[in-house]
């Protein structure tokens, strides 16, 4: 799943945005949860140890397995695997009909806030399912090192310790550093990864070895 601002617009303004979509994406990812707005409160939501869900309720039904995103200033990447019937377009609505919410409220504005309802690329293909966290993980050099997706890059020991100081991706719960673990669904890929240690091994050695090429219409967009 990718969408991202319309007019290419910055739909994260500041922290408080970033742990509000994780946020949502936790809260609505529940068949009977239909508004988050009075969830969002800081003694449910621990700022700096980053906590999400911490609070007592009741099991979720999940809507969607979320197996990897990743939060940028004006887009965002997600692997979703349904988890009941219609469980992705019913979270998909949710998510962003909230998130949109909440952030024309913040800012008094009006108006569509995504480009468009987002886009939905199908996976069919096992080669494609492996790579795709790698890339969700590593959009964020484009802050950093854009030149990444061209390799780009002559230091790749600074690329990974700049992807692990970017906390608004599920890119350090792989890792295992604990970051917003209940918001993803890990277990399948990292027994696929073969734990932390070798998924921290295997996405510089595919960074190094980068070929978008091989499954560009998996990841194909704009540059953002």
């Known amino acids: 799943m990718l969408n991202r601002g319309v007019d290419k617009r910055r739909i994260f303004l500041d922290d408080e945005d970033r742990y509000r979509f994780i946020h949502d994406m936790f809260e609505f990812n529940d068949l009977e949860t239909t508004n988050t707005s009075h969830f969002f409160a800081r003694q449910y939501y621990d700022v700096r140890r980053r906590n999400i869900g911490v609070r007592e309720r009741k099991p979720r039904k999940l809507l969607v397995k979320v197996l990897a995103f990743c939060v940028m ?9 349904p988890a009941r019937k ?3 377009v019913l979270f998909m609505k949710k998510l962003n009909g909230g998130y949109a919410k909440y952030f024309n409220e913040k800012y008094d504005r009006q108006g569509t806030l995504f480009q468009s309802r987002y886009k939905k690329i199908p996976v069919t293909r ?19 090192m854009p030149g990444w997706r061209s390799r780009e890059i002559n230091d790749y020991r600074k690329a990974m310790k ?8 599920s890119h350090l719960d792989y890792l295992g550093i604990k970051n917003f673990p209940s918001v993803t669904q890990r277990d399948f ?7 932390h240690k070798e998924y921290e091994r295997s996405i510089k050695n595919w960074l190094q070895e980068l070929d978008l090429e091989k499954f560009k219409e998996m990841t194909l967009e704009d540059k953002v």
Not at 129 to 139: A, D, G, Q
Not at 162 to 169: A, I, N, Q, V
């Open 162 to 169: 700049f992807l692990k100081s970017y906390r608004w991706s």
């Open 126 to 144: 096992e080669a494609h399912f492996t790579h795709l966290p790698y890339y969700i993980h590593l959009n964020p050099l484009d802050l950093e």
């Open 189 to 195: 890929l990292l027994e696929f990864f073969g734990g």
């Open 86 to 88: 219609n469980g992705v």
């Open 73 to 81: 200033p004006n887009h965002y990447h997600m692997l979703l695997m």
